[in-house]
T-cell receptor, first 113, second 112 residues
């Protein structure tokens, strides 16, 4: 069965410190990997994606993610967190049929001043 | 640019009532999707459509029906609402093969 795991329900970080939000996946084939962010009472917004090529992907708002095939992980990172980064973050896998995503359960990021 | 518009934004239903959620997109996307979001469970796919006149079941289709009579609209129906259908519903759309979804802002449904 296809699955996406975000092992941390919540991540707390002080402003200015680096942040990491973890994601691992278990799917057949070569998936496309995505990160989305959700602010309160809003829909999901695209942050970045990995299709192929360089394992380090840069996205919106200074975020980046590293694809690790051997560990089947796609962790989201940012060198210096902002209070405005506080939101709910979802990792997602798109299988080769392009029809549908599998989403992780989400990680709430809290950045404190 | 409207993108993906969902109506209504909020609704309270009594058990057994029916309702239809409307999703409209103005980006000429082929694919449209309905997800529900529940705490600790991420987003789960209810139904999806790969083109006008076609629909398919997702992970959690029971209790829901959909229709895609026009390319720009994707309707989600609840024939007999149950408290287990209390959730936030998101519509999304995309072009084939890009993987880039555009999401609506959600509909918060409470069934009492």
């Amino acid at each position: 069965a296809q699955s996406v795991a975000q092992p941390e329900d919540q991540v707390n970080v002080a402003e200015g410190n680096p942040l990491t939000v973890k994601c691992t996946y278990s799917v057949s084939g070569n998936p496309y990997l995505f990160w989305y962010v959700q602010y309160p009472n809003r829909g999901l917004q695209f942050l970045l994606k990995y299709i192929t090529g360089d394992n380090l992907v840069k996205g919106s708002y200074g975020f980046e993610a590293e694809f690790n095939k051997s560990q089947t992980s796609f962790h989201l990172k940012k060198p210096s967190a902002l209070v405005s980064d506080s939101a709910l973050y979802f990792c997602a896998v798109l299988l080769n049929n392009f029809n549908k995503f599998y989403f992780g359960s989400g990680t709430k990021l809290n950045v404190k001043p | 640019n409207a993108g993906v518009t969902q109506t209504p934004k909020f609704r309270v239903l009594k058990t057994g009532q029916s309702m239809t959620l409307l999703c409209a997109q103005d980006m000429n996307h082929e694919y449209m999707y309905w997800y529900r979001q529940d705490p600790g469970m991420g987003l789960r796919l209810i139904h999806y459509s790969v083109g006008e006149g076609t629909t398919a079941k997702g992970e959690v289709p029971d209790g829901y029906n959909v229709s895609r009579l026009k390319k720009q609209n994707f309707l989600l129906g609840l024939e007999s609402a149950a408290p287990s259908q209390t959730s936030v519903y998101f519509c999304a759309s995309s072009f084939p093969g890009t993987g880039g979804y555009t999401f609506g802002s959600g509909t918060r449904l409470t069934v009492v």
